[in-house]
């Protein structure tokens, strides 16, 4: 099957054949005990796609331990994934339009990257009630990926996010928009009390990757503090630390576009290091400017 | 005491010295013959040498000057513990005291410029109320209509911290297409946010406004007439649950409630009338 071709979520006969033969597929026995469930994985997948159910698509690509990820590199599985996906995009899972969005948008899992139809998807996702599309859409606004950058939007988009699922990455998306004053005015107290929201509910909700991207900026904005307290300076090593292995995680998970945050997060506890050891050589303590 | 100069918080030695004059005075009674108000006032001096900002901001709502027959030395030391609060940090006093210089409250003369400062410090100090503040004098309530800073103060309120009011009038913004682009889908999230928020904290007014939004925005689906009766029986529910709330608050007779209050007896009287025609009819369902 032609992967690109797929993603058009057109059940014609010739793919109706090729999913009944899937669902029929005999099990290889393997010592390993690892082919039978990718096969057992795959046939379910297909039934799924061959009712058209996209609730049932969901629940099979989504569930805990699938085989999801490994379609990357196995072809066939591959195929079936993205054909599932365009399938239940049609009949309107959102979650479905979040996930084939993502592909479009880093144009992994075979899916050329086209940010037009990673916005279509986003949208329609954030239309459907997907917290998560409008915080992507926010970026596809943000960075210009479809030829113009459109802060107001963004902004609409993250807000979004914010307002009707306290969104944690929604959130200090809205905070960097104060730090930096666009589309509303600069304040940095804004900001700050909005990445700290973020980095408690990143906390509540489990979620440290949000966690570690809070954390980075609450240091980050620590950093302008003129003369930062004992206190403050561990608080912040304690942060960038956090932030730091957070990032090492989304690296690890694909997202190489954090490397240079996660070197300056190194970069950044070494000073810190640097400055608490000549306060110790020194003698000196700065705990009465401690705020 | 002069009290404008007490507005900087500072406890210098005088003002302790003053401060636990009228401590001694009040505890010259035996404890048991001291009134509630003389208590509260024991309380709050007692808090404010303390340096305690919290117990000072929950305090001083209750402590009413008029009781005293020091009114003018109260009000002082009212003053005084909401600016030592304030400069403590608790974003209760910054408030409390906002609105006791916009309002002209405790014989201070009424200055917006100076109190919106306090209202500013609130909600910076993470207050949400300090945003609503700025929010209803930009919706016009003090005379002055901006909407769109209105609505940024609203959405700030929401940010700084899920609160219920903040939700809804976001939400009549989508639903009124003010500011914004018209979106029904949005203001019934944010209406049932508002709602649900409402429902877990103490503000029983906010869930019955947001109660009549609900039902308001549910209606909007569609001419009464093609409405279900399942529809509208949940439309119903939401105006009276709303209705009892504002019985309650005597909403008729508090101005910034008494236009809910009237939605919300207009909405039962009509979708009332729809639901005994289709069971008059005996139609359980409408195309």
Same mark, same amino acid.
């Given at each position: 099957m032609?992967? =690109? ?8 006969? &010739?793919?109706?054949?090729?999913? =009944?033969?899937? $669902?029929?597929?005999e099990?290889i026995?393997?010592? !390993?005990d ?14 799924? =796609? ?13 569930a ?9 590199? *196995?072809a066939?599985?591959?195929?079936? %994934?993205?054909?599932?996906?365009a399938v239940?995009c049609? +009949?309107?899972s959102?979650?479905? @339009? ?5 592909f479009?948008? /880093? ?10 139809n990673?916005?279509? /998807?986003?949208?329609?996702?954030m239309?459907?009630g ?30 979004r ?11 200090y998306k809205?905070g ?5 004053g666009?589309?509303v005015?600069h304040?940095e107290?804004?900001? @700050?009390?909005l ?8 906390e509540?909700?489990q ?8 954390a ?5 904005m620590?950093?302008?503090l003129?003369l930062?307290?004992?206190?403050? !300076?561990?608080s912040?090593?304690?942060?960038y ?8 995680? &989304?690296? #690890? ?10 070197e300056?997060?190194?970069k ?6 640097e ?10 303590s700065?705990?009465?400017f401690d705020? | ?5 007490l ?10 010295t003053?401060?636990?004059?009228? /401590? ?22 007692n808090? =404010?040498?303390?340096? *305690?900002s ?8 209750a402590?009413?000057?008029?009781k ?12 005084f513990?909401?600016?030592v ?7 209760e ?29 609130? @909600? ?8 609503l503040?700025?929010a209803?004098?930009?919706e016009?309530?003090?005379?002055h209509r901006d909407y769109e800073t #209105? ?6 309120? %929401?940010?700084?911290g ?7 009038r976001?939400? *009549?913004?989508y639903?009124?297409?003010?500011? %914004?682009?018209?979106?029904?889908? @949005? ?11 409402a ?15 609900l039902?308001? $925005? ?6 009464i ?5 399942d529809?509208?029986?949940?439309i119903?529910?939401y105006?009276?649950?709303a209705e009892s ?6 909403a ?7 236009? *809910?209050f ?8 009509? %979708?009332?009338?729809?639901?005994d025609?289709? +069971?008059? +009819?005996?139609?359980?369902? $409408?195309?």
């Amino acid at each position: 099957m032609n992967r =690109v071709d797929l993603l058009d979520g057109r059940m014609t006969d &010739e793919r109706k054949r090729w999913l =009944v033969g899937l $669902v029929t597929h005999e099990s290889i026995i393997d010592p !390993l005990d690892i082919m039978p469930v990718r096969m057992r994985y795959i046939e379910v997948l297909a039934e799924s =796609v061959l009712n058209e159910d996209p609730g049932l698509i969901e629940d099979t690509l989504f569930a805990d331990g699938f085989y999801f990820s490994e379609g990357e590199h *196995d072809a066939e599985l591959g195929d079936v %994934v993205i054909f599932a996906l365009a399938v239940a995009c049609t +009949k309107g899972s959102a979650r479905c @339009m979040l996930t084939l969005g993502s592909f479009y948008y /880093l144009g992994t899992f075979g899916v050329p990257q086209n940010y037009h139809n990673a916005a279509t /998807l986003y949208a329609s996702a954030m239309d459907l009630g997907e917290p998560q599309a409008a915080v992507n859409l926010g970026y596809v606004y943000e960075y210009g990926h479809t030829g113009v950058t459109d802060y107001e939007k963004a902004f609409h988009c993250y807000l979004r996010a914010a307002l009707t699922a306290n969104h944690p990455e929604g959130i200090y998306k809205i905070g960097d928009f104060y730090n930096k004053g666009r589309f509303v005015s600069h304040d940095e107290n804004m900001a @700050m009390t909005l990445y700290r929201r973020s980095y408690d509910l990143a906390e509540k909700e489990q979620n440290p990757g949000c966690r570690a991207q809070a954390a980075f900026r609450i240091a980050e904005m620590m950093q302008n503090l003129p003369l930062p307290s004992d206190e403050a !300076l561990l608080s912040m090593l304690d942060l960038y630390m956090e932030a730091e292995i957070g990032m090492r995680r &989304e690296v #690890a998970a694909g997202a190489s576009y954090y490397r240079p945050r996660l070197e300056l997060c190194v970069k950044r506890q070494q000073e810190i290091r640097e400055t608490i050891e000549a306060r110790s050589r020194d003698g000196v303590s700065f705990s009465i400017f401690d705020k | 005491m002069d009290r404008k100069k007490l507005l900087d918080g500072e406890l210098t030695e005088e003002r302790k010295t003053w401060l636990k004059g009228i /401590l001694e005075s009040l505890n010259q009674n035996p404890s048991e013959s001291l009134s509630m108000d003389e208590y509260l006032l024991k309380v709050l001096i007692n808090s =404010v040498l303390g340096g *305690d900002s919290f117990l000072i901001g929950r305090v001083l709502p209750a402590v009413d000057p008029s009781k005293h027959r020091n009114y003018e030395s109260i009000c002082d030391v009212i003053v005084f513990a909401a600016a030592v609060g304030s400069e403590l940090g608790d974003s209760e006093c910054s408030l409390f005291l906002g609105d006791a210089m916009v309002l002209g409250h405790f014989s201070l003369s009424p200055t917006l410029s100076r109190g919106s400062r306090y209202w500013g410090r609130a @909600m910076d100090q993470g207050n949400p109320e300090g945003a609503l503040r700025f929010a209803d004098y930009y919706e016009g309530y003090c005379g002055h209509r901006d909407y769109e800073t #209105a609505l940024s103060y609203f959405i700030r309120a %929401v940010l700084i911290g899920d609160n219920a009011e903040a939700f809804y009038r976001i939400g *009549d913004f989508y639903f009124e297409g003010k500011v %914004v682009e018209r979106d029904t889908v @949005m203001a019934e999230t944010l209406y049932q946010r508002g709602y649900n928020f409402a429902k877990e904290g103490s503000r029983k007014i906010d869930r019955a406004s947001a109660a009549v939004r609900l039902a308001e $925005v549910k209606r909007d689906k569609g001419p009464i007439q093609q409405l279900s009766l399942d529809a509208l029986e949940e439309i119903l529910a939401y105006y009276t649950e709303a209705e009892s709330i504002f019985q309650d608050c005597n909403a008729d007779s508090v101005l910034y409630l008494k236009s *809910d209050f009237e939605r919300c007896r207009k909405g039962i009287s009509e %979708v009332e009338e729809r639901i005994d025609m289709l +069971k008059g +009819k005996g139609l359980e369902e $409408v195309d």
